[in-house]
């Protein structure tokens, strides 16, 4: 059993930067894949980005290529996500899940075994 538990969220000013974390316990982040999904009422959870576990390439969604950074922390077992300038779009709560999803399957919640209990950013004028 791994625990996660997301932090770091909370109210910005659209161009902002902001960085979560995800920290695990109970188990090594390093023998996971840990992807990062965001989710607003009434609407699924989707994909932002990946790391995957064999150290290979990240991967993000269109939405945030470019703005967002998936990283890990080895050493202190948690993976961040810095979010450069934000935009209204990227309100939601944030959670990062740990699985071992194939390539083609990154993006598919059901692929991760442990979710922790989210954190909300807010991006708003």
């Known amino acids: 059993q791994v625990d996660l538990v997301e932090s770091g969220g909370g109210l910005v000013q659209p161009g902002a930067s902001l960085r979560v974390s995800c920290a695990a316990s109970?188990?090594?982040?390093?023998?996971?894949?840990i992807s990062w999904f965001r989710q607003t009422p009434g609407k699924e959870r989707d994909f932002v980005a990946a790391?995957?576990?064999?150290?290979?390439?990240?991967y993000y969604a269109e939405s945030v290529k470019g703005r967002f950074t998936i990283s890990r922390d080895n050493a202190k077992n948690t993976v961040y996500l810095q979010m450069n300038m934000l935009k209204p779009e990227d309100t939601a709560i944030y959670y990062c899940?740990?699985?071992?999803?194939?390539?083609?399957?990154?993006?598919?919640?059901?692929?991760?075994?442990?979710w922790g209990q989210g954190t909300q950013v807010t991006v708003s004028s």
């Open positions: 899940g740990a699985g071992r999803p194939i390539l083609s399957a990154l993006t598919q919640v059901s692929m991760y075994y442990y």
């Open positions: 109970g188990g090594r982040l390093r023998d996971y894949t």
């Open positions: 790391s995957r576990q064999t150290g290979g390439n990240n």
